[in-house]
């Protein structure tokens, strides 16, 4: 833990391979990939991503500096995860991007976000999304659990070629049992694509809030009302992680 609060990966947890999947492996990233796997996440999240692709087509696209930086800023926790082919050579098949909330300095990111400032109006929706919700507590039964870290995954990508393969559910599947493994003991995301939302919610995890995308309003224009169809709201989705059985 930092000197605020704040998560610090365990140095008792190396970065290791999580998952294996058919002829994938998912693993930390390893340092001399991180520049690929940033490209990558350019290439295919925040192309494909709605309310990236609503702002592109408004002229109003993100920077490549800010894009670069914002991944930079999650790559920092040491907590995102790729997923490779073993088949064809270690070719990079998906990525997942996390970063981690923590309650001791619940406000930590926010400096950071809002220097990214082609993405600020991304970041209002975010925050605008963010309001009325605790990401530290949740329910379990009849009880109320507090918990200090939360994952909060920032997206997952995977290359046109390996989609339908079930390369989303593995990311999404090891990223769970890594924040375990680090000591996080919930997750916390927004989900803005019904496709994305479909696949966290299989993984166990229950909707917390929705935003209908023509509720929302940019000086008195909704201004992504436009991604319904297909994508008729966003979606915050989490709750706890299963953690492991202790021996008495």
Known sequence: MGESGAFVRPASVPKQVWLRYKTFR????????????????????????????TFRK????YS???????????????????AVDEANNNALAGVTLVRVASRAAPHRHQEKDAALTSM?????????????????TY???????????VLEPMGLSVSREYRGQGIGQALIEARHKMAVAVGMGATWGIYTSIYSQAIILRQGMRLLKEVPYDSYLENGV????????????????GGLLPQPLHAP
């Open 222 to 237: 909704a201004f992504f009302a436009g991604l319904n169809p297909p994508h008729p709201s966003c979606k915050m989705i």
């Open 58 to 61: 408004n002229n109003a696209a």
């Open 120 to 136: 600020k109006r991304l970041v209002a929706f975010l925050e605008h999304c963010h309001e009325g919700q605790d990401m530290f």
């Open 139 to 149: 329910e379990r039964g009849s009880s109320r659990v507090v918990v200090d870290h």
């Open 64 to 82: 490549n500096e800010d894009l670069r930086q914002f991944i930079k800023n999650a790559l920092e926790e040491n907590c995102s995860l790729c």
């Open 26 to 53: 998912v693993e930390d990233i390893p340092d001399d990939r991180r520049e690929e796997c940033t490209q990558h996440f350019i290439d295919h999240f925040f192309q494909d991503e709605p309310l990236s692709s």
